[in-house]
């Protein structure tokens, strides 16, 4: 099979195919048809509550570039774009996610970023270079869930030929815990049997606000592998660390790992973000798993009391949100005390996991996942959404 990593390779027995509406059964010598040729089906419209399929494609090969574009609206309808992927004719998907977050932008709110795996050129044309393998057929279907009427844009590229035994098939799911349970961490994969590999992950955050937080994000993620008991095989050392930064958590993106979308209030001070965003990709550290895996991240966060605070420690002491060895005492300073604290927060997640066999993953709930996105009042429309906001009619 044909291995892109080495662009002097040539290999007359790869095979590269491409779908859009342009050609969108794939075949050799078909592209670009419409209208003599002239760019005659780039998109088309898609109706409110719309299911279309966007790529059956007969197997074995790959699909090695999605590509796609809509035009911007208010989170709530981006995030009602649903993207569903079934592998040799199975009922369920194995893929059941918002387009937005499959491309690694949850709430809705997409932003220019780039990393290794996926992409979102000027936040409006969607990239994933996510290897999909299939065997003997692929169904790619994109569900309009929302009330809106739009143009959508999308190529896939894929080739065919058979690909090595050991190759899995993508699985992607999304979950959603509004709000999180307190002292329950948040589960972002599992149910996956293996053979397997936890290739990453990304992770939004409406942070639900508390005046007695000074920080949301101090909770760890944790790796449970093959039968782990209580304690896993995995585990990090704060939310914002997981993402390869540090000591707080603003927008930045890299190759492997970053958290594009943070909206936070103009000139909120000390007020923690409203929505946040982060990914990581484990690609030169591949999690791999032989029969199960689940993944969680916690939900804790910090408190700093200034001095003569004592009705906050008294409070956070009595709901019994204490976590990790308790307060840390300053001798001197204008702070008295600090720990880090149980919290609850609204989560979700996209896991992307490699099975060898293709299996069913919980379907995407729409109504949840977009629950209490709207925009808030700092929050404006650009000029590109207000001038395209005449295709919505």
């Known amino acids: 099979m044909w291995d892109a990593s080495d662009p002097a390779r040539i290999d007359p027995a790869c095979e590269i195919r491409t779908i859009s509406f342009e050609n969108p059964h794939g075949e050799r010598g078909a592209a670009g048809t419409a209208a003599g040729g002239r760019k005659g089906a780039p998109s088309r419209f898609l109706q409110p509550g719309e299911r279309i399929a966007l790529a059956e494609i007969a197997g074995p090969g790959r699909v090695r570039h999605i ?28 893929v ?45 279907e994109l569900r309009n869930g929302s009330a809106r ?4 844009y999308y190529q896939f590229a894929y080739t065919l030929g058979r690909d090595a035994d050991e190759v899995g098939l993508l699985h992607a799911s999304f979950r959603r815990e509004n709000p999180t349970a307190l002292r329950r961490d948040f589960t972002i994969a599992e149910g996956l049997r293996g053979p397997g590999r936890f290739l990453g992950c990304n992770v939004g955050v409406r942070v639900l606000q508390d005046g007695d937080f000074s920080w949301y994000g101090e909770g760890e993620v944790k790796m449970y ?10 585990c990090g050392t704060g939310l914002e660390d997981y993402v390869g930064s540090a000591w707080g958590m603003a927008a930045h993106a890299t190759p492997l790992q970053g958290a594009p979308l943070v909206v936070q209030q103009p000139g909120g001070g000390s007020r923690m973000p409203d929505f946040v965003g982060f990914y ?18 916690q939900q804790i966060g910090a408190v700093a009391v200034t ?5 906050l420690r008294r409070r956070i002491e009595h709901g019994q949100r204490l976590a990790g060895t308790g307060w840390y005492e300053f001798a001197r300073g204008p702070l008295e005390a600090f720990a880090i604290c149980e919290r609850q927060d609204d989560y979700c997640a996209t896991a992307f996991v490699y099975c060898r066999d293709a299996q069913p993953v919980p379907r995407l709930d729409l109504a949840s996942a977009t629950a209490d996105l709207s925009r808030l009042p700092y929050e ?11 295709f919505s009619a």
Not at 307 to 311: F, H, K, L, M, T
Not at 380 to 390: D, R, V
């Open 280 to 297: 990581r990709w484990h690609l030169p550290d591949p999690i791999v798993f032989r029969e199960s895996l689940r993944v969680t991240i």
């Open 67 to 94: 590509w796609m574009t809509f035009p911007p609206m208010p989170p709530e309808s981006m995030r009602a774009l649903a993207l569903e992927v079934f592998y040799d004719d199975a009922p369920e998907p194995s």
């Open 149 to 152: 009427r739009f143009p959508f």
């Open 380 to 390: 404006q429309p650009g000029p590109f959404e207000i001038a395209l906001g005449i």
């Open 307 to 311: 001095r003569g605070g004592d009705a």
């Open 96 to 140: 059941s996610v918002p387009c937005l977050d499959f491309f690694g932008l949850p709430h809705g709110r997409p932003v220019a970023y780039a990393s290794a795996l996926a992409a979102a050129q000027e936040g409006r044309g969607f990239n994933a270079w996510l290897p999909l393998p299939f065997r003997r057929r692929i169904r790619i």
């Open 225 to 234: 592998l093959d039968g782990d008991g209580p304690y896993p095989t995995w």
